[in-house]
């Protein structure tokens, strides 16, 4: 199970640095057609590596128990730096509306009250999808812990029922062995009553011979 974890996981590191020598690539050019098309390949490469940190995730909960908490580990450290570089390339794409802004007021396209707005309108946004990221993350890591409870429960009742038909086969086991003790004990019992009544009868029969020599 653990092959197709670091399958995945040697794809998500290929991406991951295709991602980071994008980023570095687009800090460097001043051609906005050239920026913009890296910063989509950007978040392509970002889309995919969430994908296959997705996929992590489900193979970890396919591992055993006592095994997750280092394949876990990793799928957070995973997660924090693909969260680093999606706010890289938000701080592109920041950079990106500035300059298209600026430009604009000096053309006379948009006046400096517009440009005010749509930075302010740009930064909420920045933080509502910063804030859905949060919540998004803290979903993924309940998942997690939830699906792990459920393992572990999962596991508990197994033990439960085990226990159970362990139980039951102990309890057929005794009831033959009382049937049994019981069955012996007839036996003895009519043993000792055939025992007793051959010594009656040899009595008997001793009396019965001493009262004929006496006769």
Do not use: P, W
């Not at 038909?165 to 069955?183: F, G, M, N």
């Amino acid at each position: 199970m653990s092959e197709l974890f670091n399958g995945y996981e040697r794809d998500f590191k290929i991406e991951y640095s295709d991602a980071q020598s994008k980023i570095e690539q687009v800090y460097g050019l001043d051609d906005e057609s050239r920026r913009v098309e890296l910063m989509k390949s950007i978040e392509s490469s970002i889309d995919d590596c969430l994908d296959l940190l997705d996929s992590m995730s489900l193979e970890v909960q396919q591992i055993a128990t006592h095994q997750r908490s280092s394949y876990n580990a990793k799928v957070r450290t995973y997660r924090n730096d693909i969260d680093r570089i999606k706010k890289d390339l938000k701080n592109l794409m920041d950079d990106k509306d500035r300059r298209q802004l600026l430009g604009g007021s000096h053309n006379g396209d948009v006046d400096s009250n517009q440009r005010q707005k749509l930075l302010n309108t740009n930064a909420t946004i920045e933080r509502s999808s910063q804030r859905l990221e949060d919540a998004t993350r803290t979903a993924r890591e309940s998942e997690t812990v939830g699906s792990s409870i459920l393992n572990n429960l999962r596991s508990q009742r197994d033990q439960i029922l085990n226990a159970r038909d362990t139980l039951s086969e102990a309890d057929t086991y005794v009831d033959r062995s009382l049937r049994t003790l019981k069955s012996m004990t007839r036996r003895m019992a009519t043993n000792k009553l055939i025992t007793y009544g051959i010594i009656v009868i040899l009595v008997l029969l001793i009396l019965l011979v001493l009262y004929n020599k006496i006769s």
